[in-house]
């Protein structure tokens, strides 16, 4: 199918092969991915060595511009901690000492094939793989659903699973990978939640954008990090009180009559009709037709279908119909708003309320008297013929200040529902999609629901991850989980990305069941990317009365000898970002622009060293090895690389949709549906490593509506049809849950009473504030500052550290304290103190800073390294004067009603709480770092220096 193929926007020399500058320089366009941000890069290299990095023009993500920490991506390349070869544990070592032997490939590849084998061909749930920080979900979710594994799940329970979940199940979409501000038309841009990176390049030139045009921008944030730096204003809030904040901002601009009544009418389903009716199922429930549709109420009293409504659905009132009883949706949020007044907000959030009703005006009268008006026709799917484009200038973005509390999924879907409230949702001058989005709200995608859909030598009959619509699509039996880490439970519902953090815990615990095998993908387990971490690595090393490890095998596949590395039995090298061919994905995450849709490739600008394979191709051939259908049919290897994969893939046989969306087709020409192209590699190498495609103006706003968008998206196979996509103001799957956690769910649910009120108290179908479950738990007067933790500009999780330019720049990191709360304890400029939760106590250099709320401390996150990881000397100051704060914040919440281990998680998707710790902090005698562990012993490597003139090689650890 050649969909607009004419339209693909091609680079001037797209159609000119590439050509070495000379036999020993030449330029490489590929992705960076020195963070999430994928800008396109153009990589020189000369004699084999890359010596230089900048940005591609083109690119539709960074137009040109890179950072320096993408230049110092040289660095990442010859750092000290790769790891060069395939290594086994050393015979009579310990897990945790670190100690290696390097090995072949066939000595661990053989290795590992034995284990898996063993486990598939009896139980695949034996087998628990997680990755990391990798940009290939769409490949490794297919090898784990081929293995047959429910246990699958990428690193989104402890990154921002609250802010993608609630984005999917209110309005089909979210920010960064899946949405933006339309800064080229906002006026007040609103940025809450957002440290340093999420994102970098984009969101710089965003603010450069709207402030060239004279907007306003806000911050809201704990912290007056860079992006506050140059707001024009900073709003500093308590940690975990977003929601609380979101709920006045709206009981003002209702109460005003500021909000887009048009908008919540025609797009959402703030006018269907919700039942009341206690003690029943129908309570809760939205009345539907015969057809299913919603029904609404018009103004002339009648009760009509809501599509045959014509956007004159009533917002407020109360209707019976043959004795029952049913009120528009916001109609029900607005009575809960009466007590969600601004002086109820400021005790929570410690904003005043003179400034949440100044805010809040702000917002409103911009978007209801300042509109911002395209001459642009447009039809939605009512039929009704737009002669403009009408939209509201008021834009947000949000990401984990928001996500990484255990309120977070609640707090996003009130600023979901305030957005819809201010009518900013796809409309010039407030958020826009990114494609694929916008999906059905949620997609009707979720995985397999019974144990016995995970049978030895069988693939999973569906995806290992998606979006229950109600209780019957949960992962349990009776109460119990069938996953590892206790996604799709009774406990974390909706955990749309799997709850990584929770499986050491629960495999060391055999609860809900003991594994075989541990794989680990690019995930810093064993040290930032856990809590309460002490105790998590001795879980790693734990064994059994026979003496046994209780995780019986590890395996780790990285590029770096992170702390994880140190605790795997066989280890397997991966190759950097400038060694391997990849793909950002409209599969998996994209990096479209709201202009259209958009994918890149990494493709190897030096080759890796001689014994360092791309994890991809490591995973497929074990896949190959195994005979995994889908991997190898009728005895016939399909892919022997990634490489294979990337081009040949689909997402089902025959679709014709794959991995890659530009050069479909087996002449290169289609797009988005296509045969696959044996030589789509060679075409995007071409096109500077890129492809993009344009949408046209009466395609680019109003999307969940607009009817030549929906058909188109059909049609190029974003959404399986051209519905419109009603945005969920009302989220009536959380109610379905809430009835079971009332007994009167017909279908599925939990017979433990502890389980039906959680499923009663926190699946509310409208956004409501509450306290985040740890600070409630954990005494305030005990405890009376709450500690949160930010990445670094510098930095992007763990693998900054090991990158000599950037470690220059970040390589300590103090505890930040407002002056007038360190007064007031008696603290000093540079004192060490202690610093202690209810999990334990550490220590830390404090400093004054004005850039904190004087409730909250804070410091920067993974900077700190275990004594002889990544590559480093034992006496490296981020060793010895770096903090991890990861080691007081808990992983559990106390013992209440609720049996076995209830994790510090968000009680709808299982999202880390990371934000959530209460402390105290007093002064220490001690004036060293603490808690320590114990030092590694620094791996003998070779170690390639870049200076200023050229490179020289030592040897060093
Ligand atoms: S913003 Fe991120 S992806 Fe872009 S150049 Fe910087 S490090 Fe690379």
């Known amino acids: 199918m050649a969909v607009d193929a004419e339209k693909v926007q091609r680079t001037p020399d797209a159609d000119q092969e590439t050509k070495p500058e000379s036999a020993s320089s030449r330029k490489v366009h590929t992705t960076c991915y020195m963070c999430a941000c994928r800008c396109g890069i153009e990589v020189t290299v000369e004699n084999e060595r890359i010596r230089f990095i900048s940005g591609i023009p083109e690119s539709p993500v960074n137009q040109g511009v890179w950072c320096a920490k993408g230049g110092a991506g040289i660095m990442t390349q010859y750092s000290p901690a790769r790891l060069t070869s395939p290594m086994m544990r050393a015979p009579g070592t310990e897990r945790g000492q670190g100690e290696f032997v390097p ?109 060239d045009r004279g907007g306003r921008f806000i911050v809201i944030n704990p912290v007056r990090s860079g992006y506050g730096a140059l707001a024009d204003e900073w709003v500093p809030i308590h940690p975990g009180t977003d929601g609380a904040l979101f709920m006045a901002f709206m009981q003002v601009l209702v109460q005003r009559g500021l909000y887009d009544a048009e908008f919540l009418r025609r797009y959402t389903n703030a006018a269907a009709l919700v039942e009341e009716a206690p003690g029943t199922e129908r309570d809760g429930r939205i009345w539907r037709s015969d057809d299913g549709d919603m029904m609404t109420v018009l103004p002339n009293g009648e009760f009509s279908p809501f599509r045959k409504a014509d956007g004159k659905g009533q917002l407020e009132g109360v209707y019976t119909f043959q004795g029952r009883t049913f009120r528009p949706a916001f109609q029900i949020l607005k009575d809960r708003l009466e007590t969600c007044t601004p002086a109820w907000a400021e005790e929570i959030t410690h904003v005043p309320r003179k400034t949440i009703v100044r805010l809040a005006l702000e917002m409103g009268k911009m978007a209801m008297n300042h509109p911002v008006v395209l001459q642009q026709p447009w039809t939605d799917f009512y039929g009704t013929r737009h002669p403009e484009t009408t939209g509201r200038p008021v834009a ?190 409209l599969q998996d995450r994209p990096i479209s622009e709201p202009d259209g849709p958009a994918d890149s490739i990494r493709q190897p600008a030096v080759e890796p060293p001689k014994d360092v394979h791309p994890a991809a191709d490591t995973l497929i051939e074990l896949a190959n090895r195994l005979e995994l259908p889908g991997f190898v049919e009728n005895g016939t290897v399909r892919y022997h690389s990634y490489k294979d994969f990337i081009q040949l893939w689909e997402t089902a046989p025959g679709s014709k949709v794959g991995i890659l969306a530009g050069f479909r087709g087996r002449d290169g020409r289609s797009a988005f549906v296509g045969e696959p192209n044996p030589r789509q590699l060679e075409a995007y190498a071409r096109n500077k490593a890129f492809w993009f495609q344009p949408l046209p103006q009466s395609r680019k706003y109003y999307r969940m509506a607009n009817q030549e968008y929906l058909n188109w998206a059909r049609d190029v196979k974003f959404n399986a049809t051209n519905d419109p996509i009603i945005l969920n103001f009302y989220s009536e799957v959380l109610q379905t849950f809430r009835l079971a956690g009332q007994g009167l769910w017909p279908g599925k649910k939990p017979s433990d009473p502890a389980l039906r009120k959680r499923l009663a108290t926190y699946f509310d179908p409208l956004p409501f504030w509450h306290q985040p479950l740890e600070l409630e738990a954990s005494n305030r007067e005990e405890y009376p500052l709450v500690l949160i933790t930010q990445r670094p500009m510098t930095h992007y999780h763990s693998w900054g550290s090991q990158n000599a330019w950037l470690r220059q720049l970040l390589h300590e990191n103090p505890l930040f304290v407002n002056p007038s709360t360190a007064e007031r304890l008696g603290l000093k400029e540079g004192q060490w103190v202690w610093m202690e939760s209810r999990q334990g106590k550490m220590t830390a250099v404090l400093r004054y800073s004005d850039a904190v709320e004087p409730g909250t401390v804070w410091t920067w996150n993974a900077v700190a390294k275990a004594p002889g990881a990544w590559g480093l000397d034992p006496n490296a100051p981020e060793s010895q004067r770096a903090i991890l704060v990861n080691h007081i914040i808990p992983d559990t919440l106390p013992p209440g009603k609720l049996q076995g281990t209830v994790f510090n998680n968000d009680p709808i998707t299982g999202q880390a709480g990371w934000y959530d710790t209460r402390v105290r902090i007093y002064p220490s005698e001690l004036h060293e770092v603490w808690p320590k562990v114990a030092a590694r012993k620094p791996r003998q490597v070779e170690m390639t220096q870049l200076t200023y003139f050229g490179y020289s090689t030592r040897k060093g650890g």
């Open 103 to 211: 090995v072949d490939w066939e000595t661990a590849l053989s290795t590992v094939e034995e284990w898996l084998r063993d486990i598939r061909q009896t139980d695949p749930s034996r087998l628990a793989y997680f990755t990391g920080r990798d940009q290939m979900q769409a490949f490794n979710g297919y090898w784990a659903k081929q293995f047959g594994s429910p246990n699958w799940a990428a690193h989104g329970g402890f990154c921002s699973v609250n802010m993608a979940a609630g984005g999917m199940y209110s309005i089909g979409g979210s920010f960064w990978e899946f949405g933006w501000p339309d800064v080229e038309h906002a006026r007040l841009f609103i940025l809450i939640g957002v440290a340093e990176d999420h994102p970098s390049n984009p969101l710089k030139l965003a603010i450069a954008k709207l402030k």
């Open 396 to 585: 947000f973005h949000a990401m984990r200040g928001l996500a990484a509390h255990t309120n977070g999924f609640q707090t996003i879907r009130a600023l979901f529902d305030l957005m819809m409230i201010l009518g900013t949702i796809d409309t010039p001058g407030g958020f826009l999609y990114k494609s694929p989005y916008p999906k059905p709200a949620p997609p009707p995608v979720s995985p397999a629901p019974n144990r016995s859909d995970y049978q030895p030598n069988q693939a999973a009959p569906q995806p290992l991850l998606g979006y229950p619509l109600s209780p019957d699509d949960l992962l349990v039996e009776e109460d119990e989980p069938i996953r590892i880490d206790e996604a799709y439970s009774w406990k974390y519902p909706l955990a749309a990305h799997g709850v990584i953090q929770n499986v050491i815990r629960n495999a060391h615990d055999e609860q809900p069941y003991g594994i075989d095998t541990l794989m680990i993908y690019m995930a810093n387990i064993a040290w930032n990317s856990s809590w309460n971490t002490l105790e998590t690595r001795k879980m790693l090393t734990a064994k059994d009365e026979n003496g046994n490890y209780k995780i019986p095998h590890v395996v780790v596949l990285d590029a770096y000898d992170s702390e994880t590395v140190a605790f795997a039995d066989v280890v397997f090298p991966d190759t950097t970002y400038l060694e391997r061919w990849d793909a950002a994905s």
